[in-house]
């Protein structure tokens, strides 16, 4: 376990010691775990998603997710295709701008 | 943990493509660089190659507006993989006849903190943060 020191201006010092204290109680090690979930947090990848997806066989909807990889894991799980189903991605577009405004 | 961006004729950022539902990456190995355009009111385009090497399904058509034309586009699920900034972003993606370069329209970019540095041809690229995180630690 490696010990770093880092400086903190008063302002963020003052909030990590009152969370910790929150959480932990003055107990020995609090502000080191508030630190590493932070900094976890931080480093760890981030999954965003700006569609929801749904899975739909014979008008019928089977599973939706904003995952991609649950979609993949539902179709996997259920022996399915992407020829049996079809994947609906939501909100739907029907029209997109590109290049210059004013034109139209 | 700030991503450089690279400047041509315009500004591009390197990513990957990847498609889960069929388990394919373009490219396989290393990143492709997208233009930034912020003309773009959806999330990506990708050439027609590109379209078929991940084997997308088409989900549905749409119409690109330009300026001097429309055209009908296949739209299909696709994931953005920005991986110096351990972000990626599930959306979708436009392809059309004639698409020749990858485009990171305004969709993609609400995922994204960009400073452009137009004097110095210079720019980054960050995560965004959380506003009420930022809230909390910046009153």
Redesign the interface.
């Known amino acids: 376990m490696g010990v770093i020191t880092v400086k903190l201006s008063d302002h963020?010092e003052e909030?990590l010691r009152k969370e910790a204290f929150r959480r932990f109680g003055g107990k020995r090690g609090g502000i080191s775990r508030i630190v590493e979930e932070a900094l976890v947090a931080?480093?760890?990848?981030?999954?965003?998603?700006?569609?929801l997806?749904r899975v739909v066989m014979d008008g019928k909807t089977l599973f939706e997710s904003?995952?991609?990889?649950q979609?993949?894991e539902f179709?996997r799980k259920n022996n399915l295709s992407?020829?049996d189903v079809?994947?609906?991605?939501l909100p739907?577009?029907?029209?997109?701008?590109?290049?210059?405004?004013g034109?139209? | 943990m700030s991503l450089e961006l690279y400047f041509y004729d315009g500004y591009y950022i390197p990513i990957a493509l990847s498609n889960p539902l069929s388990g394919r990456r373009y490219p396989e190995r290393g990143e492709v660089l997208a233009l930034i355009d912020t003309g773009f009111d959806g999330f990506l385009v990708i050439p027609q190659e590109i379209f078929g090497l991940l084997d997308i399904i088409p989900s549905r058509e749409a119409t690109i507006i330009g300026v001097c034309c429309e055209v009908k586009s296949e739209v299909g699920p696709i994931r953005l993989i920005i991986d110096p900034l351990n972000l990626i972003v599930d959306g979708e993606c436009a392809t059309y006849r004639g698409a020749r370069e990858i485009i990171l329209g305004i969709e993609a970019l609400s995922k994204l903190k960009l400073m452009l540095d137009g004097c110095r041809h210079k720019g980054t690229a960050d995560r965004c943060m959380s506003v009420p995180e930022a809230v909390k630690v910046f009153p």
Do not use: W
């Open positions: 963020v909030l931080l480093l760890q990848k981030k999954k965003e998603s700006v569609r997806y904003r995952d991609l990889d979609i993949a179709l992407l020829r079809r994947v609906l991605i739907s577009r029907d029209k997109y701008r590109l290049g210059p405004r034109v139209h």
